[in-house]
């Protein structure tokens, strides 16, 4: 898809680095698709938007300011963590003027997280991903419980000791491709089935394999919370799909060398992040915070420190 | 005991292996050992020995199929993880058809979590020993909130707010002994005297020292938890003890050189390992999980990571 | 100041090396101002002085009998963690003969942990700091609910759901001077303007820079809260300035060469710390745990590991 890398190289160095950051949220390293992920974004929601446009020009402008490799912030490698905190801290809390300045806060120390779990995870060649995003937002989203100015908003699970599952039951038939598509929309946060089909648009312009392992991920994150009676209504809301969506395309596309053994390990891979994904929402019910992407982070970590203990495991590959 | 390896060294390749899995949950590379485990589990319960052996199996195929270092799979160390989620995941979930299916899927996610824990800990010769098994156990058993399929045990504690203690007094003499030997049982879920009893033989017959540290741990973890005041009736099931028992043989047997020296740190890493406990337990009642081996785990790693800043301690032995 | 050291150097070693460990809290090897603390905590309460002069003592001579470098305790090193845990344990637990016991065990914890992470995050250059005294004191406060012999303080958080903010409202000026000073009085536990004025002297003895370090962490630790609407009750009696103090000293004056970017970087750090704060004390309400000044480690651990992918930042400075 050479024409995507050629635009993507004729653009200005600021905006290429600003969109690159945007596209690599799903690993792409490539303007056109950050582009395309934008507009979606936009077209999902005005806020969504404008608020991933913040965070992605307040962590990658913080990384410069703070001395961050150059290498890394031109991949956008310093601007998909800010691309996520700001439409999160927009979808959990209440909208507010002085919310913009709590995502520039929270951006900032996404980059200074990333630099942080680089220095740590590095000699291992495992990415810090979007842990990063994670952990600076759960502190920023959990903190807000102490804060007058902040106010959390409806769709963050309320408090509570953890309950059995209610609401089970087999998604129809009708409803799959909105759960599908929905699924690599909720990767940003977008409740949208033509999201997700821009998403997933902007991913095959850079690879073919990506967009596969993208809806694979999709498919085990749909299949396997059904075979195992999960909530039928976020199964359908594609809530149990974003995990697997960017472990499937991390271990079976950018991690790991692509053969059929890798797609094999992502499919497993796929499964376990979906126990993980309930398992650490139960976790987290006593304060009231959602997973975000943490268990896609936590499984694509073990695999991938695990790849360097074995003979047939392609190592990972470069960041 | 020359015997019992010859034995060990005599048995088939697979099932040498496999038998050794069982025997390493007590540091024990040897198959004799790891059969008297094994057949103590059966008389034990017939569905824990069962889901032993499908975890020990599950576990090790898992690990030769990814490719893991052979002679870590020869030692038997990608088996006792195995052996523990079985019957861990069958004492605390209810059981049925596909829970069987759940502890193969747990074996595998704890062989990979083994692999990912040795390439962190190998520069520090500290081993990963029975994490695994705690962290994917923990995963396993509070993602059964999110799924109809499983269902949590009436021996998993309730999620709530941790509580004042009740229920305190000091144990009679006579049970004492059911105390010691049930503290010893309980590594591996089992309550029963005659189970703790097989175990202790089974050390014996590879170390009396480990033995020794064995029968130690579990005094510590009686006398202890009755001068702090803790509840008589975990006492007396050896739910306090069997931590002290690993983190007794661990640091006082298998990985400091012995001495009266490392015997006087295990000791105190025993007491420590109660308090652990104490505080873990805690810790997990808003989601209502057992600490399971983690105080062991935690106690160990802070001796073993410090005994390579002194001059006195021999650092940790080969794993 | 140099009459302060030539007083440091002519005392007897272990007296040196005791007081050195208390002044160690914040970050001053000098005896001097290790004696004006513990005269100061005497002051605030006998008790709190007593706690941490057996805390001292307990971490002290527990890393000489294990054997950890002698230049590191010489520094105090092996100190300052072993101060903390006395007062705190005093301050949260009811009063007792045996809580005597509990300090000395949980002080010889703090060195152990405290050697484990000084072995692992020495070759990032990154201190452990306070982290050893949080982790023991989390783990002993929270163990208490399974003891009967020791007993939970009504200053602890009851456990429970964490609940929206109340209280809210801006401190009159008059009270400025009183939340300043607490702020600073409060990284020992002590709720007094005193003992606070007699902490900042001690450090002002030793460094100027450090001293307005820790007055500007109080300020941030006063001002940022106040715009983001918390407890007004919590502000004026310093409990959102010590750990900001902690982190601006950290950054600003001990671990960065010192410089007008260094002090940039360190109030950014302060305002984080306060969200990291308000955040942490919500992850830690199910289970009524205080944050004590983990906030500070977290915030300090991030901006130092990063420090070390920037090319502008000076490296973190020796420990």
Same mark, same amino acid.
């Given at each position: 898809m050479n024409w995507s890398l050629t635009i993507d190289k004729a653009l200005p160095r600021p905006l290429r680095i600003i969109l690159r950051g945007v596209g690599q949220v799903f690993f792409c390293c490539n303007a056109v698709t950050g582009l395309i992920? &934008?507009?979606?974004?936009? =077209? /999902?929601?005005?806020?969504? /938007?404008?608020?991933? @446009?913040? /965070?992605?020009?307040?962590? @990658?402008?913080?990384? #410069?300011? &703070?001395? !961050?490799?150059?290498?890394? =912030?031109?991949?956008?490698? #310093?601007g998909f963590n800010g691309t996520l905190v700001g439409p999160c801290l927009f979808l959990f809390l209440e909208h507010s003027p002085q919310l913009w300045l709590y995502v520039v806060l929270a951006s900032i120390l996404s980059s200074i997280v990333l630099a942080a779990l680089m220095r740590i995870l590095h000699p291992y060649n495992v990415p810090a991903s979007t842990s990063p995003f994670v952990l600076t937002c759960w502190m920023f989203l959990v903190a807000v419980y102490a804060f007058d100015s902040f106010t959390r908003g409806p769709i963050l699970p309320p408090p509570g000791i953890p309950t059995v599952v209610t609401g089970v039951g087999a998604i129809p038939a009708?409803?799959? !491709?909105?759960?599908?598509?929905?699924? =690599?929309?909720?990767?940003? +946060?977008?409740?949208?089935v033509v999201v997700g089909i821009l998403f997933l648009t902007g991913i095959a312009i850079v690879s073919w394999r990506g967009a596969l392992m993208a809806l694979s991920g999709a498919f085990v994150g749909v299949i396997v919370p059904m075979l195992f009676g999960a909530n039928q209504n976020l199964i359908e809301m594609g809530l149990y799909a974003f995990n697997p969506v960017l472990t499937m395309m991390a271990l079976g596309w950018v +991690? &790991?060398?692509?053969?059929?053994?890798?797609?094999?390990?992502?499919?497993?891979?796929? =499964? &376990?992040?979906?126990?993980?994904?309930?398992?650490?929402?139960?976790?987290l019910?006593?304060?009231?915070?959602?997973?975000?992407? !943490?268990p896609f982070v936590l499984v694509m970590w073990m695999f991938l420190f695990a790849a360097g203990k074995?003979? #047939?495991?392609s190592g990972p590959a470069a960041k």
């Open positions: 992920f &934008l507009v979606a974004l936009f =077209i /999902g929601s005005v806020t969504a /938007g404008a608020a991933a @446009t913040v /965070g992605v020009i307040s962590s @990658t402008v913080a990384a #410069y300011l &703070l001395g !961050f490799s150059e290498d890394d =912030i031109d991949a956008g490698l #310093y009708e409803v799959w !491709f909105t759960a599908l598509t929905k699924g =690599i929309g909720e990767v940003m +946060f977008a409740d949208s +991690f &790991l060398k692509p053969s059929g053994k890798s797609a094999v390990l992502a499919i497993l891979a796929g =499964i &376990l992040t979906v126990v993980c994904q309930a398992g650490l929402a139960s976790f019910t006593p304060i009231g915070l959602p997973t975000l992407t !943490f074995s003979k #047939y495991w």
